[in-house]
């Protein structure tokens, strides 16, 4: 059955897919599950429209409301389409160097943006989104970096997606962001299948981004729960870039650049499973695709110079 | 041959500028105080009370060391040692 009654209806039950070309042995499979088949084109439909709906049943949303929400992209677009059917007003926190096409969407879906300094990185889109929500009382933050319905609409629905789909998944990759879709598939899936791997993939950003962290005012999700995980990648932009431009060329699937950074961690577990010949099913997030980047020329042209191009943006 | 290591800006008062420093060990412990031995200070940024400061994130070839035991982490020749500040980062 694939009729819905409205858009939001149309959320979840993304696809799952093989990559036979890019798998590295016979009984070391690699599975794509494609978040970008969501209403607006990205896995955060699913924690956005999970987070309101708690908001509206705790009663702390109402009809008229104001949004606010630091948000890098995604999550922002999710929330400004619910927010336009729902009848509420968005104001999204967003540090100046996301790319162009996030900025167009958001203020064709009516969010208003706030920009933070680029040298701050979504730090200083937390920092500032919390200091709006100080001066600004009937505001309401869903916070998805702290929300527990985030992590919980993962558990809910990715988890039990894999799982009905793939029994047989050893791994779980994903990128770790607000920790909200590790967290979630994570818990859920160690409660079914023990032996699990949650293997987190972190974008390593060039120096802009890291520059003006001082390490003390390090930021760590609330969600973050380091039991869930069992492993964890940082990967630079110029091999984000080369998987990214891999899968589309050998798999056929045109994603985002972060999905990059998430295969090169996947391909380092099925290539480790591989090396010591046991049987492995790993699932990684393809968390949107390609065509808010495209601005960027990450998918075309030297790979170098691409890659140099992304290093001051925020391009997970 | 060593295990080079990449500082992030924040802690490059400590190694005179550098980006990326030589050190030798065979755990992430050991090559911490053969970096010491030549950029002092840099243990006290990045271990706290015998354990690794919160918002330091250590990798080695591109694995974060405390899912690999940490401080006891082993490290061989030709290894890169990324040393990164703690950051929101992903698709948010």
Known sequence: ?316 | MAVTVSIPTILRTHTGGEKSVEASGTTLAELIDDLESRHSGLKDRLVKNGNLHRFVNVYVNDEDVRFAGGLTAPVNDGDNVTILPAVAGGMR
């Open chain 1, 1 to 316: 059955m694939a009729r819905y009654d409205s858009l939001l209806d149309a959320l979840g039950d993304t696809p799952l897919v093989g990559l036979p070309r890019l798998s590295p042995a016979e009984n070391v499979r690699l599975w794509a599950k494609l978040e970008d088949r969501n209403p607006t084109g990205s896995i955060k439909d699913r924690p956005a429209l999970a987070m309101i709906e708690t908001a509206e049943r705790e009663g702390r949303l109402r009809p008229g409301s104001t949004i606010l929400e630091p948000t890098s992209g995604n999550t922002g677009i999710s929330l400004a389409m619910a927010a336009r059917l729902k009848g509420y007003r968005l104001v999204c926190v967003m540090p100046e160097n996301t790319s162009p096409e996030r900025r167009q969407l958001l203020t064709a879906y009516g969010a208003e943006i706030i920009s933070s300094p680029a040298a701050g990185g979504s730090n200083m889109a937390v920092a500032l989104a919390k200091q709006l929500a100080a001066a600004n009382p009937d505001w309401v933050m869903l916070y998805q970096y702290g929300n527990q319905a985030n992590a919980a609409a993962h558990y809910r629905t990715t988890g039990p997606e894999i799982l009905r789909d793939l029994p047989t998944v050893t791994h779980f990759v994903a990128g770790l962001g607000t920790t909200g879709t590790l967290v979630g598939v994570g818990r859920y899936l160690r409660e079914h299948k023990p032996d699990v791997q949650i293997i987190a993939a972190e974008p390593r950003y060039g120096e802009l981004v890291y520059g003006l962290r001082n390490l003390d005012e390090g930021f760590v999700p609330e969600l973050y729960d380091p039991e869930v995980l069992t492993g964890r990648f940082s990967v630079g932009s110029r091999d984000a870039l080369r998987r990214t431009r891999q899968l589309l060329a050998e798999e056929g699937i045109f994603a985002g650049i972060s999905t990059g950074a998430v295969l090169h961690a996947a391909l380092a577990v099925a290539e480790k499973a591989a090396g010591t010949g046991e049987q492995a099913d790993v699932v990684f997030v393809v968390a949107d695709a390609g065509w808010k980047y495209l601005s960027t020329g990450a998918y075309g042209g030297d790979l170098d110079q691409a890659a140099e191009r992304l290093e001051g943006q925020l391009w997970a």
